[in-house]
Each structure stands twice: as structure tokens, then as C-alpha cells.
């Protein structure tokens, strides 16, 4: 098989689009997987959204995103789980087996990110056995250090992956996506390290200069830094043979034409290994 | 000794001030110590420049900085080698015993991370013997990963410690900054693992929205997201006992009136322990 046959459109790059524009594009440009987002499901609903990635034949590589579980009011708390169990139930029902989560930045009024990092691990402890009797992996992503206030504390690989390790690997993977880690000499050891570990792959670049809303700062594979080869002989010397997911956030990738952005995305997914 | 006898104001603090301009300021509000950069040294000269702090009675905590070591031209390595050894001699001729290196990003032209570090590597292998002639310690310090691309690959304090550790410790050591290192879970064990490595602790905080260029993005202690006194513990408890710099990089405190900027350091400073 060649690798565009493990290419999957995570819809965050094409944002503008509903769940069904996106699977009439993945289908017209014969990418055989999506990665779906919780907003767009919820607009389409979510038994329309199975119905349709269904009927296309595609497989759903992800759900993005849970997490966000640090919050200082104990009710919030308990809101964000109870918030992550729906989710867990939304991954299943669309036919995927992985949950990507966003851990979540430091407990609002709180410097403590030891106390944020317990919070979180406390959360992921409640949904192990809703992720088990759903058949769905959570999927800890480590975002990049430039988000660790505000949106995830888990920084690395290795970190995320001492994470995980704390519970039965049937429940809880890790993330690697090149964005958040390309940086960090740990990383080819840890993702050895990670091994079927792994739930997720996702590849874009890292382009300078980052731009006023740093979480928009990401670019087509080639247009920047990252040297991803390396790094997906990792992935893939790790044991992972999912699909690989293209993940942009990008104002002017969103403004341009859709058609357009995925002919970039599949004419450049090959540079990545 | 109140932790105010160890307070450095760094020189791009006060970015606006020439060297005369900036021993005035901290001799009228008492701060023993200044980090200076090379820079406005040069502006001085470097003559004047030793004599202004000497005649002030000051501690000069660091030289900022050499470093810059990654080029594609052999000449251009060649040359960023002979210009820190200026440095090194700068650094001695002011009276301290550090010289702060910011490695430099990806090789222009590259994406190979790795050939970045073998480079900086190499480059202080060459410059080691002359810092030891001059009884200089280098300082590598790890920047944010935000900076990887285009400033320093080095990232993270224990991959700073794994490349200092391969050169004798009266060479070559390591700079604790906060706002580069706070979101790392392994701060702590690393601090630890430096031990007397660390040849300087820098002090400023992680603020957001960060700004649009993203170097200017530092708060006064207190004004944002770290915390400080676990950090400032473990870099006592590894064994550091000098001088501690406050080193803000922000327009808007660059445009404040220097007394009063100076006497926010001042009365912040005892926050961040």
C-alpha cells in the first residue's frame, strides 16, 4: 500500500466545512480516512455523521478532542468528565477507536502544575473504564510548551507517555504530532518507548513566523522546519500502522478553496516519510 | 543576607540604557549586581565599560552572550568560533566568570536538527581551552521551544546538562532562565542533576496573551503564570548560590521610565522565592 493510503483529512484542515462537505471531499480525492471534530458531529448530528462517513466507506482515525480537565471549581470538574464519557460515546458510535485528548492549561487562579498534572491524571483514571467498555483509546496528546498555561500542561512525549503508562494500555495511548514535538532531542527514544502505545500520528509543519494567534501558526507539510522522515521511521519502527493524519490550523489554509488545500495535502503527504 | 543582596539586574531589562546609564540606576537603588550584554559594552567600550562597574563597586553576574554557532559557510562558523572567544575575553576583562550562549537555531538550509547539535558541540569543544585560560565558564542555556527553528536548539535544561557535562565543569555549565524552563515535569530532577553546573539563574515570567514577536513575551515576576519558589528552591538546594539576574524582554517595560521599571525588579524580586 502506499503511504497516501494512510493519509486521513483531520477536518480541522478544512474548518470551514461541515462533516458532509468533508466526506464529499475526502471521497472526490480518494483519501480513504478522516479525523473528525466533536462541533462539526454535534452540528450534523452525530448518527447523521456516522451515517455519512458510513456510506463513504471511510474509516474515522480519530475523534478530536476531550480533555480540558483542570478547572478549580469542583462542579466544572465533574461537568468536564461527565463531558469526556459523552465523547468517549461519540467515538464509538462514529466507528473509531481513539479519543483525542487536550489535557488542559494550569487550574484557572492556581501557579501549580504539579496540582494540574494530578488533576488531570485523576480524570483520566475515571474514564479508563468508560473508554474500555466502549472500545475506545484516549489518546494524551502533548501540546507544545508555548501552550502549557492555557491549554496543556503535558509538554513532551515522554511525559504524556509516564502518563498513560499509569493505566491499562487498552484505555489510554499517546499522541505524536509533529507540530507540538519535532523539537525535543528525548523524542526519538520516547516514542520507541511508546510503542503500541501510540493511538494517533498526525503531521503538519512548523512555520515561522508564528503568527499573532500562535494556535494558527501551522503549515502544509514542506513549507517550514520540521524533518519529518526521521521521525515517521520512528513512529512506524515504534509498531504504529494507523493512519496519519494532516492536521493545519491555519487561517489562510482555511481561506483558501478546499479542493485546493487537499490537493496540497495529498501532493505533499508523501515528503513525510 | 536578605535575597535581595543577590539580585542582578540584566542589562536588557533596561534595553533603552547604555552601560554608564544602567550602573547609575542600580547603584541608586541598590542592587549589587549587573548582568551586561555585549552589545552596549561595545557601545561604551569595553575599557569604560569595566571601569563604570569597578568604580560602582558592582558584581558583573554575567556577559550576555556569545553562542550563534550554526552556520552552513565553514567561514561563517569560523567566524561565530573567533567571535565568541572575543566574548570569552570580554567576558574576563569585565570581571566575570560567565558568558551566557545562545546556541543558535537549524542550519540555514537544513531541517536536520541533529547536524545543529553536533555543531554547537564541535564549537565549544573549540572553545573550551580558551575559557578555561581566561577562567570563564560558558553558559549554555536552553531556550523555549518556541525559539528551536530560528534561535537555539537546545531546549530543555537536561539536554543543555548533556552537552555541558561532555566538557570539564570549570568550562562549561548551564543557565537556569524560568520563563524558558517552567513548563518541563523533569525541571526539578534535572536542577538537581546539574548541581554545581549552574552557572546562572535567570528570572522573568511567562505572561499571554504572548506577543507578536514572540522574544518580547516576559513579565515582571509575579505578573504571570509561574512558580517561582519551587524553581528558586531546587537551584539552592543543587548548590547555586550566586547572583540571580532579572532579565525581561518587553517593549512595554522597555518604554517605562527605567526607576520605575527598576523598582518593580526590586520589589518583586523577593516573590520569586
Not at 186 to 205: F, K
Not at 218 to 234: K, L, T, W, Y
Amino acid at each position: 500500500m502506499s503511504v497516501l493510503g494512510r493519509l486521513s483529512l483531520n477536518q480541522a484542515t478544512v474548518k470551514r466545512l461541515g462533516v458532509a462537505e468533508a466526506v464529499d471531499l475526502c471521497v472526490r480525492h480518494e483519501i480513504g480516512a478522516i479525523g473528525l471534530w466533536r462541533e462539526p458531529v454535534a452540528e450534523a448530528g452525530l448518527a447523521t455523521a456516522a451515517a455519512l462517513v458510513g456510506a463513504a466507506g471511510l474509516r474515522v482515525s480519530s475523534l478530536c478532542r476531550g480533555g480540558f480537565f483542570t478547572h478549580a471549581d469542583p462542579a466544572a470538574r465533574a461537568a468536564s468528565i461527565a463531558d469526556n464519557k459523552v465523547a468517549i460515546a461519540e467515538a464509538a458510535a462514529l466507528g473509531t477507536g481513539t479519543l483525542v485528548l487536550v489535557a488542559g492549561g494550569l487550574v484557572p487562579g492556581s501557579r501549580d502544575i504539579g496540582l494540574a498534572r494530578r488533576m488531570i491524571a485523576d480524570a483520566i483514571g475515571e474514564l479508563v473504564p468508560v473508554a474500555q467498555s466502549h472500545g475506545v483509546r484516549l489518546g494524551v496528546e502533548a501540546l507544545h510548551p508555548m501552550f502549557a498555561a492555557d491549554r496543556c500542561v503535558i509538554t513532551r512525549l515522554g511525559e504524556a507517555l509516564d502518563l498513560a503508562v499509569q493505566f491499562p494500555a487498552d484505555a489510554v495511548g499517546v499522541v505524536v504530532d509533529t507540530y507540538h514535538l519535532w523539537w525535543d532531542a528525548a523524542l526519538p527514544a520516547d516514542i520507541a518507548r511508546a510503542g503500541e502505545r501510540i493511538v494517533s500520528y498526525q503531521v503538519c509543519d512548523w512555520i515561522l513566523p508564528l503568527p499573532a494567534d500562535t494556535l494558527l501558526g501551522r503549515g502544509h507539510v514542506g513549507d517550514g522546519h520540521i524533518d519529518f522522515p526521521p521521525i515517521s521511521a520512528a513512529v512506524a519502527a515504534a509498531g504504529y500502522a494507523g493512519d496519519i493524519e494532516v492536521e493545519i490550523f491555519n487561517e489562510t489554509v482555511w481561506d483558501a478553496p478546499p479542493d485546493e488545500t487537499v490537493a496540497t495535502v495529498r501532493k505533499r503527504f508523501p515528503l513525510a516519510f
